[in-house]
Nanobody
Framework: QVQLVESGGGLVQAGGSLRLSCTAS????????MGWFRQAPGKEREFVGHINWGDSSTDYTDSVKGRFTISRDNAKNTMYLQMSSLKAEDTAVYYC??????????????????WGQGTQVTVSS
């Protein structure tokens, strides 16, 4: 199935910006909806945002709306998460994930069947 490799995490000052990348291989990326999730220590994995590869429409969890933007570059088989106005509560391991088009519920982690390795984002206060 589709394989994902992500990068771009690191230490960021509060109020700063960071861009994460996720590159897909193994199957055509256009056959999958793509999502970003994050998991902080002691918390459940949380939906961050999603992009539909058919029309590029996006959706985000309320806590990141207006600050995070998901985009894609089909020529590079890559999805991006542009993170701005970062807050301490954004600190987490961030994962990209692929969802088969036939599965419903893009905000539920269990509905994704391919995951990246995760990249740590730490926002200093």
């Amino acid at each position: 199935q589709v394989q994902l490799v992500e990068s771009g995490g690191g230490l960021v000052q509060a109020g700063g910006s960071l861009r994460l990348s996720c590159t897909a291989s193994g199957r055509p990326a256009s056959n999958y909806n793509m999502g970003w999730f994050r998991q902080a220590p002691g918390k459940e994995r949380e939906f961050v945002g999603h992009i539909n590869w058919g029309d590029s429409s996006t959706d985000y969890t309320d806590s990141v709306k207006g600050r995070f933007t998901i985009s894609r570059d089909n020529a590079k088989n890559t999805m991006y998460l542009q993170m701005s106005s970062l807050k301490a509560e954004d600190t987490a391991v961030y994962y990209c994930a692929a969802q088969p088009l036939w599965k419903a519920g893009y905000n539920v982690a269990a509905n994704y069947d391919s995951w990246g390795q995760g990249t740590q984002v730490t926002v200093s206060s």
